[in-house]
């Protein structure tokens, strides 16, 4: 039996969602952007800024939340890996601007707000951007928004809790009824 690597269920999962993902080519071609910046570090704050933001777009009901899944780790790790330095300026530049914005529209910390404000702000970034009909350059709330969809569903807790898995080798079912209200497959 063999085991499906990080990068092979990434690859998989980019290739679902037809490698419209930042950094989705370096995950195909499993090399690194030539072009990254040096010394790009997360300190343990910035990964608890990323760990809400991710609890915000996928929060804990009755299946554990993106905080759950370490979510901040993962997307410090894409950051790092996958994105070339114009995309990494583009995420940090983007993150200071939401922390700033937060602060000055709320008149509070995002890490001390209420979830609704939270999510409230986060929907009206991603609202401004479609307003905007900038495709190309996406800004820091689709990144988010994506690398959370992505380390969720690919964690643990997302492809065992959220969605119906079957460990493979499992059984083969060409035809397997769909009730309203069944969850998605894990892939």
Do not use: H
């Amino acid at each position: 039996m063999t085991v499906m690597n990080r990068r092979d269920a990434l690859k998989s999962v980019v290739l679902m969602m037809g490698g419209t993902m930042i950094g989705a080519t370096a995950i195909l071609t499993g090399c690194s952007p030539e072009r990254q910046l040096k010394d790009l570090n997360f300190t343990p704050e910035d990964l608890a800024f990323l760990d809400e933001i991710g609890e915000t777009i996928i929060p804990t009901t009755d299946t554990p939340g993106a905080k759950a899944t370490k979510i901040g780790e993962f997307m410090q790790m894409m950051i790092k890996d996958c994105y070339d330095a114009d995309q990494q300026k583009a995420f940090i530049d983007g993150l200071n601007a939401l922390s700033k914005d937060f602060k000055a529209e709320k008149g509070a910390d995002f890490m001390e707000a209420k979830p609704e404000d939270r999510l409230a702000f986060l929907n009206a970034m991603n609202e401004k951007f479609k307003a905007s009909g900038e495709e190309r350059q996406p800004i820091v709330i689709n990144m988010l928004r994506d690398l959370t969809v992505l380390g969720y569903f690919t964690s643990e807790i997302g492809a065992t809790q959220a969605l119906r898995f079957v460990e493979v080798p499992g059984r083969f079912d060409p035809c397997i009824n769909y009730k309203k209200g069944d969850k998605a497959w894990a892939i």
